[in-house]
């Protein structure tokens, strides 16, 4: 199988390294805007650079594409390389645009093209534990549940880059980082029917806020939150689910911690394939079979709305319910 890659920043880095290692896949081209950037990343992994995004699209034996750029890029690449007949693979959010968004599943339906969203956090080893465990009722009913990524690094939304703008990263780490449990949290406990908001304030030479919260209410009566920010430290990535019989924790990737009714507490290390490696196996395999991935873009779709829904009812004041999840 031969993949290309559009993109050459560091994600694309850490993509490459695991789509190396997949049996019987190679990536034959990378293409990234900035020249200098291509040209670095190929010296680096020793493969060949496209001269122009056309050169991608006019070579009939590149089965697939990923596409590692920037939100607003996301869509016009997609259909560019729908309609020449490539399946595509798009980081996460699937776009900023639910409107494009929803362009990208009809093409890639229309087209009978694979497209999946990179939404790699509900891959993790203890994610994957803690549905079996609410599945099994492992905490009984699931009453409330608290989501936290957040990390100190405010360059992330200052200076030129993409992600200081209003238009292409509504929201900041909301979108960037929330969007990672916009995902898991229907994924873990159903549909998300409204949600309120708070927002942070915008740091000095930053067009998006620095963070926020948002309060949800799920279908089934579960309620809970969304934190996301770039202004604490360390680094957390965590979900606390709490039920009528107990309570389950995710520490990062690979930590999870059972504490039943009486207080006692078990916290093991899930061992599991890399989360990455895993969705980039499965999207090979979804080009073989042709079957539809997990996280496609209707995953991607709910995820988005979501974090757009909750961004709106922050600036209203208002809470607001979550419409277009299918």
């Known amino acids: 199988m031969k993949l290309a890659l559009i993109g050459c920043g560091r994600w694309a880095m850490l993509l ?6 997949i049996e019987g896949v190679s990536v034959t081209a990378v293409y990234d805007e900035d020249p200098e950037r291509c040209s670095f990343f190929s010296d680096l992994f020793e493969v060949p650079p496209a001269s122009s995004m056309q050169e991608i699209l006019d070579d009939k034996s590149i089965n697939g594409v990923l596409i590692v750029t920037g ?13 020449a007949g490539k399946d595509i693979f798009v980081e996460k959010p699937i776009t900023a645009n639910p409107d494009e968004a929803l362009e990208m599943i009809r093409l890639a339906e229309g087209k009978k093209r694979i497209l999946m969203v990179g939404h790699n956090s509900r891959r993790y080893p203890a994610v994957r534990k803690m549905k079996k465990l609410i599945d099994n009722k492992a905490a009984g009913e699931i009453k409330t549940v608290e989501a936290t990524f957040s990390y100190y690094n405010l360059e992330e939304i200052c200076g030129e880059s993409w992600r200081n703008c209003a238009l292409s990263c509504p929201g900041g780490p909301m979108m960037q980082l929330g969007i990672h449990h916009a995902d898991n949290l229907p994924y873990l406990f159903g549909p998300i029917e ?8 915008c740091p000095n030479g930053s067009q998006v806020p620095a963070g926020g919260r948002m309060l949800l209410k799920f279908k089934n009566g579960v ?17 606390y689910a709490r039920g009528t019989k107990g309570e389950i924790r995710v520490d990062g990737e690979e930590k999870l911690t059972v504490t039943g009714a009486d207080g006692k507490a078990i916290s093991e290390i899930v061992e599991g394939i890399h989360s990455v490696k895993e969705e980039l196996t499965e999207f090979c395999r979804c080009i073989e079979s042709r ?16 974090i757009l829904t909750g961004l709106e009812a922050a600036g209203k004041g208002k809470t607001l319910p979550i419409l277009r999840q299918d």
Not at 16 to 21: A, G, I, K, T, V
Not at 75 to 83: D, F, H, I, M, R
């Open 16 to 21: 490459f390294s695991f789509l190396r290692d």
């Open 291 to 306: 079957r539809k991935p997990e996280t496609d873009g209707l995953v991607g779709l709910q995820a988005l709305n979501i």
């Open 223 to 239: 309620v809970g939150s969304i934190t996301a920010d770039y202004t604490t430290a360390p680094e957390l990535f965590s979900i």
């Open 71 to 83: 939100n607003t890029t996301h869509y016009p690449l997609a259909v560019k390389l729908v309609n």
């Open 194 to 201: 409204r949600v309120s908001a708070e927002i942070m304030e």
